[in-house]
């Protein structure tokens, strides 16, 4: 019997081909985009389609002729198909590279494809969205965000930004953010660059300026109460030129399944109806322009009985 050995670079150029089978068998029904080879020579995952990874609460999925359905977690999420979430809602999509797009409560986007340099872009309709993006190689492989005023092209970071109505709000809270105001131009000189921990307000006119995010807020304590729907308090250490307070609860520390989430115009805050369980809590604040600032992270076991409990993190 011959032995036929391939050389490493004939196995690269295989791999394409052989994922296209994999995928294939895997799901037929969402459109087969083979992976690429990149100017490095390295084997890529086409971005999209998008799979819904998490989901809390009610969303829809919205497919290329507008047709609505109950979104699950399992399904695709391909070029100009769309998501939008109700009042109540988390949904975490991830992308075929790796990227990430959390979408939280009445938040709509639809995605799109730049089939000439495998940009994947998410055209922000309505609310807000947040994206964990994996670091790329080159200015011509990158991850945009499109907005009523403007784009926004980003390589590895990790950011918010929601639509206003007459204007966009963009906060970086790692890496660096291009801002441009034509949705159809490339990198260039002309660029806003909004580095970590930086926020940007920008409208489809006047000066683009960045500016620095408050700070985490800090947890200094909870308690808790019994009953049928059980109710469970935090409380935070006043912050200086903080307007209003944001806590996230998850199940994971990478926030991609949020259960729920609360605002306050005073540093305390209580959430419903939650199980016991070991949970994850995302504060930040929001100071006189409206931009989020950091987020501080605590690992909190919450057991309903009223008690305190020790809480830890930063």
């Not at 920008?202 to 049928?228: N, V, W």
Request: neutral net charge.
């Amino acid at each position: 019997m011959r032995t036929m050995t391939l050389s490493p670079h004939s196995m690269l150029r295989a791999l394409p081909s052989l994922l296209i089978l994999a995928v294939g068998v895997a799901g037929a029904s969402a459109k087969v985009r083979p992976a690429y080879i990149d100017d490095h020579t390295l084997c890529r995952a086409q971005p999209l389609p998008a799979v819904v990874q998490h989901l809390t609460g009610e969303a829809w999925k919205l497919d290329v002729r507008g047709k609505v359905t109950p979104l699950q977690e399992g399904m695709t999420i391909d070029e100009q198909e769309g998501v939008r979430t109700s009042a109540a809602a988390f949904v975490s999509l991830l992308l075929g590279d790796g990227s990430r797009v959390v979408l939280p409560s009445s938040s709509q986007v639809r995605l799109h494809l730049d089939e000439k340099q495998l940009i994947p872009q998410v055209m922000l309709e309505q609310g807000q969205a947040e994206a964990y993006v994996i670091k790329r190689a080159t200015d011509y492989d990158r991850f945009q965000i499109v907005t009523p005023v403007g784009v926004l092209g980003v390589r590895g970071t990790h950011f918010r930004v929601r639509d206003d109505g007459e204007q966009s709000v963009l906060e970086v809270l790692d890496g660096q953010v291009a801002v441009n105001r034509d949705s159809k131009a490339g990198p260039s000189d002309s660029d806003v660059k909004v580095g970590a921990r930086q926020g940007l307000l920008f409208k489809k006119q006047g000066e683009l300026e960045p500016l620095a995010l408050l700070p985490a807020p800090k947890l200094i304590g909870q308690d808790g109460q019994k009953g049928d729907a059980p109710v469970w308090r935090l409380y935070l250490r006043p912050l200086a030129g903080a307007q209003r307070y944001r806590a996230q609860v998850a199940t994971d520390k990478a926030f991609m399944n949020i259960k729920q989430e609360n605002f306050s115009s005073e540093p305390k805050m209580s959430f419903t109806g939650l199980k016991a369980s070991f949970y994850h809590v995302r504060l930040s604040a929001y100071d006189a322009h409206g931009l989020e600032g950091e987020t501080g992270v605590y690992d909190i076991f919450y057991y309903p009985p009223a008690a305190q409990a020790q809480a830890t993190g930063g």
